[in-house]
């Protein structure tokens, strides 16, 4: 508690310094979040992959975060009470992080994501703005945003997200497995698009997905199936080893969704041969598509994690979708299938 709040006085002291300091509203998972940046630096590394849930202002934040780097501030992040072995896998620290305050940090790249669930107060400090990395920028705040909706009645998943007006299909998979690729050839040929990487799911029933980020990533070797998507990438100068990153929003205004009821999970599942077909899978199967790279990638999971994803593949049907090289077949394969027309392979 005691380092939660030198954090939060530090970002005080760099937002009084600094005569720009800017807030901006966003509606998250259909919750008012506020961010305050002490300064204009990490406005553009931050807000682009949310642009699309922008919000009034003259709603009560139900989630304040506040964004600050030392770099243009001249404000230093206290010294943190923990020491070098303290450090854990996805920047968790050894005895903390623990109940009210939540905590995490990014040794790599130099991230502070702290959280003050009490408050609902979450800060973000980096230590310089132009080093934000490019899986940040296409899914910023993911850590601060877990911790806090998942004790608000929204659990993030590693899943892509798309649909139609009738509802829209989960698809799960740990990196590689072709979710990106299905989620990008269905928002090209009209379909929603809720999401590439990540979203936010309400345990309804059946349950609503929410879209957080707008942001897609793609592989560069799979940058020739979208030759329409090239000049949208936002960090095309330095991709080199990197995934692509490309915003859909504002380019396809009408084609990114803020929610959308799920009818389906669709497992992807890549076989190099031309055709594509949906056949029925199990829930074993979805579990093992769907949490292991969610539990992996969030930091600060846990076992109430495990048994909300658990609870959303219950409520619903669940397919394999075997995916074919003709790209252009899927969108439609996947319409009919949440129409619950025919799934037989085009």
């Known amino acids: 508690m005691a380092f939660f709040d030198e954090v939060y006085q530090a970002y005080q002291n760099a937002a009084s310094s600094d005569c720009c300091s800017v807030d901006r509203y966003f509606s998250v998972g259909g919750y008012p979040i506020q961010l305050c940046f002490a300064g204009p630096a990490l406005i553009q590394s931050i807000t682009p992959a949310l642009i699309h849930l922008d919000a009034e202002t003259d709603s009560e934040p139900a989630l304040r975060i506040c964004l600050w780097d030392s770099e243009s501030t001249n404000v230093r992040m206290p010294s943190p009470p923990w020491k070098e072995e303290d450090y854990l896998a ?7 992080g623990d109940g009210r305050i939540q905590v995490a940090y990014h040794l790599g790249n130099f991230i502070l994501s702290i959280l003050d669930l009490e408050r609902s107060l979450g800060i973000f400090w980096i230590k ?10 296409a899914s910023p705040l993911r850590a601060i945003l877990h911790w806090w909706m998942r004790e608000n009645g929204r659990q993030m998943l590693h899943a892509a997200a798309i649909g139609t007006p009738e509802g829209g299909v989960l698809i799960p998979g740990k990196s590689g497995s072709g979710k990106s690729t299905v989620a990008l050839a269905c928002v ?4 929603q698009f809720l999401g590439d990487d990540h979203v936010l799911i309400d345990d309804a029933n059946p349950p609503i997905a929410y879209s957080l980020y707008n942001s897609a990533k793609l592989h560069p070797d799979h940058l020739g199936a979208f030759p329409e998507l090239s000049s949208i990438m936002s960090n095309n100068s330095d991709t080199g080893a990197e995934k692509a990153v490309i915003h859909l929003y504002p380019q396809f205004p009408t084609r990114v969704c803020k929610q959308i009821e799920i009818k389906q999970i669709l497992i992807p599942e890549i076989t190099g041969s031309l055709t594509s077909e949906i056949c029925n899978s199990t829930v074993a199967e979805s579990l093992r598509a769907l949490a292991p790279s969610t539990l992996f990638q969030l930091a ?5 994690d495990f048994q909300a994803i658990v ?7 669940i ?12 969108p439609t394969l996947i319409e009919k299938s949440i129409a619950n027309i025919s799934i037989a392979p085009l």
């Open 90 to 96: 996805r920047g968790m620290i050894r005895g903390f």
């Open 128 to 137: 310089d703005a132009s080093k934000v990395m490019y899986g940040d920028r």
């Open 188 to 191: 090209l040929s009209g379909l």
């Open 300 to 304: 600060g999971s846990h076992s109430g």
């Open 311 to 317: 609870e959303v593949v219950k409520k619903v049907p």
């Open 319 to 330: 397919y394999k979708l075997k995916l074919g090289t003709d790209l252009y077949q899927v």
